[in-house]
């Protein structure tokens, strides 16, 4: 089974940036849609942006104009580049694939994101 794992997590400052990553144990980027998401201490979990096979890239309202999906199939791995980070975007981040699975198997285990005021 393909294993996912997220990394790059850490402590910014408001207004920063960090870059995570989601690397994949096995060639499923170049097949199936990938999905970031987020969770935050008390709330529920929330889509941010999905990659498709093709490239192709949606983003919801809360993150569009600051974040970027970007994928390197060769590397097996996905990225987000957080961008004018702000405290409200402190949570774990997690990516998801396929898209819309929600076997534990389809999900990393996240990376901590917390960004300081």
């Avoid at 089974?1 to 910014?12: A, I, P």
């Avoid at 983003?59 to 961008?83: C, H, P, W």
Wanted: charged residues 20%; contains cysteine; neutral net charge.
């Amino acid at each position: 089974q393909v294993q996912l794992v997220e990394s790059g997590g850490g402590l910014v400052q408001g207004g920063g940036s960090l870059r995570l990553s989601c690397t994949a144990s096995g060639r499923i980027f170049s097949i199936y849609t990938v999905g970031w998401y987020r969770q935050a201490p008390g709330k529920e979990r929330e889509l941010l942006a999905y990659i498709r096979r093709d490239g192709s890239t949606n983003y919801e309202d809360s993150v569009k104009g600051r974040f970027i999906v970007s994928k390197d199939n060769a590397e097996n791995t996905v990225y987000l580049q957080m961008n004018t980070l702000k405290p409200e975007d402190t949570a774990v981040y997690y990516c998801n694939c396929p898209y819309g699975s929600n076997l534990p198997g389809h999900w990393g285990q996240g990376t901590q994101v917390t960004v300081s005021s």
